[in-house]
Nanobody, 124 residues
Framework: HVQLVESGGGSVQAGGSLKLSCEAS?????????VGWFRQAPGKEREGVAA???????AYADSATGRFTISQDNAKNTVYLQMNSLKPEDTAMYYC??????????????????WGQGTQVTVS
């Protein structure tokens, strides 16, 4: 049974930092082609934030470039999202997702096989 569990969300002031974790069970990240972080704010569509493939290659949304960093620890079966210089517009539920093949349009959420339940990030 594949399971992704996010943690690390919380409430911070603008300019602060948070580090989200996505821990996998039921499969190994080194056998999955890629993992992505997504977010969805109330009344808005889900959007991709960052993704990482099995070779360590990364992709970022424009809104995340320069502020967020995605990384993975295969020994811990965990992918992280370090978020710095947080802004109120970063407030959203953050989800991680895994895919066996890197989705062509990774940031729109299509092509991802498994999803976590999310962790809330609130920036004020």
């Amino acid at each position: 049974h594949v399971q992704l569990v996010e943690s690390g969300g919380g409430s911070v002031q603008a300019g602060g930092s948070l580090k989200l974790s996505c821990e996998a069970s039921g499969f190994s990240f080194d056998r999955v082609h890629c993992v992505g972080w997504f977010r969805q704010a109330p009344g808005k569509e889900r959007e991709g934030v960052a993704a990482i493939d099995s070779h360590g290659g990364t992709a970022y949304a424009d809104s995340a470039t320069g502020r967020f960093t995605i990384s993975q620890d295969n020994a811990k079966n965990t992918v992280y999202l370090q978020m710095n210089s947080l802004k109120p517009e970063d407030t959203a539920m953050y989800y991680c997702a895994a895919a066996r093949r890197f989705p062509v349009n990774w940031s729109d959420g299509s092509g991802w096989d498994d999803w976590g339940q999310g962790t809330q990030v609130t920036v004020s």
